[in-house]
T-cell receptor
Framework: GENVEQHPSTLSVQEGDSAVIKCTYS??????FPWYKQELGKRPQLIID?????GEKKDQRIAVTLNKTAKHFSLHITETQPEDSAVYFC??????????????FGQGTTLQVKP | GAVVSQHPSRVICKSGTSVKIECRSL??????MFWYRQFPKQSLMLMAT?????????EQGVEKDKFLINHASLTLSTLTVTSAHPEDSSFYIC????????FGPGTRLTVL
């Protein structure tokens, strides 16, 4: 089945710097890759997603890139702010189920943005 | 976006009792819902796929007799943790699919 690996597990940056989180997946049939932000004790919030027919997607300070050949995708946050501090999860939906199939999550990255 | 609710938000129970958690899609119908479990400082682990009108599909290693799932309508799925033990203490989150997946707020289960 699908396996998603995420790195790093923790990331500390200064306010204003960029943060990059990387994930790899194993199922070449996966075609939808969302990123979630989770604050302590709360539900995951979708922050950006990308489909396999697109190489890059950007939404203000957040961007995601996808390399289907290498089976990896990355989250880029620019001009980080203290409120970006949270746990970030990448995920993949295996088997070509589009964006409504079961999610397989990476291990998570705890991002700390220091003022 | 679509709204998914969960009830209760927190529950504390004694070892050996059963606990039922409800997941509702409030403004859309969901033929499929998913149940995840999250231990402290860990990722979300898929437990099972809840299918309206049919049996749930459980992930490998998840005991179907311990975690009973019922998806009786297009807006409600329930997860019952039977004979709960302290090791079942966790954060349980459901999600429902519309144009994308929407998560419920989660249920914090503590088994004493």
């Amino acid at each position: 089945g699908e396996n998603v690996e995420q790195h790093p597990s923790t990331l500390s940056v200064q306010e204003g710097d960029s943060a990059v989180i990387k994930c790899t997946y194993s199922d070449s049939a996966s075609n939808y890759f969302p990123w979630y932000k989770q604050e302590l004790g709360k539900r995951p919030q979708l922050i950006i997603d990308i489909r396999s027919n697109v190489g890059e997607k950007k939404d203000q300070r957040i961007a995601v890139t996808l390399n289907k050949t290498a089976k990896h995708f990355s989250l880029h946050i620019t001009e980080t702010q203290p409120e970006d501090s949270a746990v970030y999860f990448c995920a993949a939906i295996p088997g070509g189920s589009g964006n409504t199939g079961k999610l397989i999550f990476g291990q998570g990255t705890t991002l700390q943005v220091k003022p | 976006g679509a709204v998914v609710s969960q009830h209760p938000s927190r529950v504390i129970c004694k070892s050996g009792t059963s606990v039922k958690i409800e997941c509702r899609s409030l403004d859309f119908q969901a033929t499929t819902m998913f149940w995840y479990r999250q231990f402290p400082k860990q990722s979300l682990m898929l437990m099972a796929t809840s299918n309206e009108g049919s049996k749930a599909t459980y992930e490998q290693g998840v005991e179907k007799d311990k975690f009973l799932i019922n998806h009786a309508s297009l807006t409600l799925s329930t997860l019952t943790v039977t004979s709960a033990h302290p090791e079942d203490s966790s954060f349980y989150i459901c999600s429902a699919s519309a144009d994308t997946q929407y998560f419920g707020p989660g249920t914090r289960l503590t088994v004493l």
